[in-house]
């Protein structure tokens, strides 16, 4: 049987397996239920994905992802202090999510994606590959700050000159 391939519009993940990357997703959370090693990295994994699909989130939400996944990879936010924050941040009318009609998916590459981390039928040293994964991204983050970045320090520049 030949496999059809299709790629994620957004991350440009090499999807074969008849999924698309939130399936993919998905299918990576429900490994979580026989691998306490995996379940350990949620945040990890979590955070990965939606800093690679950024398109469904209001303003400002992976601005501050970013910042609680860098700060949990650098060893200075412990996941009680990333909750607490993101609780002030978005809690009460703050929508985190952008309504699906406006999301506009902007094609990035990244060196790994979901796809690296779900091998099939092959959930044996997935934290393992979340954990490359994050790391990868990481780096890549640093190498190029996010739009949203960007767009925040052209307006404060903005507002410093008047
Ligand atoms: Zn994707």
Known sequence: MQMEKN???ECGAEL???LDCWNTFGA???????????????????ASYNLQHPSQFADGVIAQ???SFVGYLSGTLTLDQIRSRTRKAFNGSRRVLRPIEERRPVLRRWPMTIA?????????GAA???RAWAASIRQELAKVPSLEQANAAKSTRRK???
């Open 16 to 18: 074969s397996n008849g």
């Open 28 to 46: 990576v959370i429900a490994w979580e239920a026989h691998d306490p090693e995996l379940v350990a990295e949620h945040f990890l994994t979590v």
């Open 7 to 9: 790629y994620c519009e």
């Open 116 to 124: 690296d981390v779900y091998l099939g039928d092959q959930p044996k």
């Open 128 to 130: 393992e590959r979340v």
């Open 65 to 67: 992802l970013q910042t």
């Open 160 to 162: 410093v000159k008047r």
